[in-house]
């Protein structure tokens, strides 16, 4: 898993550096007037290297912790500040149990995110959940390590 985290982080740090200001204005003289250009994040980036899209969840646990409070507290604001784009809350869980119970308790997981993020004035027409149980680990392992970063609610921007 962490290298596929790192392997993404590069991947974005490459995709940003690669993105390419508007040119600055110039004079007569064809001199540019402007200074050096300002990479700006998009909404999911900001979403997700700023405010944290993600929280994460005990062992069959769907309740949610002081840790991930805050971090939904954040992901409210961000919803307050882009006003019109909605989102789609993710519930996962590690490769324990079935498949079933799995999707089961990504649903509860992603429910009770978006629960939070109502109860912190998100209007709830602009979220929507989806459960994909143990079929879409962030980490790979059969380890406790990995198993907790698994266990998890991801807001992403439709």
């Known amino acids: 898993m962490r290298l596929r985290l790192l392997g993404l982080v590069a991947t974005m740090t490459v995709l940003a550096g690669c993105h390419t200001a508007p040119s600055a204005s110039t004079d007569n003289g064809g001199n540019s007037t402007g200074g050096a250009p300002s990479a700006s994040l998009t909404p999911q980036q900001e979403l997700t290297q700023q405010v944290g899209d993600r929280v994460f969840f005990g062992f069959d646990k769907s309740d949610i912790s002081s840790d991930a409070q805050a971090i939904l507290g954040r992901q409210a604001d961000f919803t307050k500040k882009y006003a019109s784009l909605t989102f789609t809350i993710e519930g996962h869980a590690d490769e324990r149990g079935t498949r079933e119970y799995n999707l089961a308790l990504g649903e509860r997981r992603a429910t009770a995110a978006k629960n939070?993020?109502?109860?912190?004035?998100?209007d709830a027409g602009r979220l929507k959940t989806i459960s994909?149980?143990?079929?879409?680990?962030?980490?790979?392992?059969?380890?406790?390590?990995?198993?907790?970063?698994?266990?998890?609610?991801?807001?992403?921007i439709n």
Do not use: F, I, M, S
């Open 116 to 122: 939070a993020l109502v109860a912190l004035g998100v």
């Open 132 to 156: 994909y149980g143990k079929e879409r680990p962030a980490v790979d392992g059969h380890n406790e390590a990995a198993w907790a970063q698994n266990r998890r609610a991801v807001t992403v």
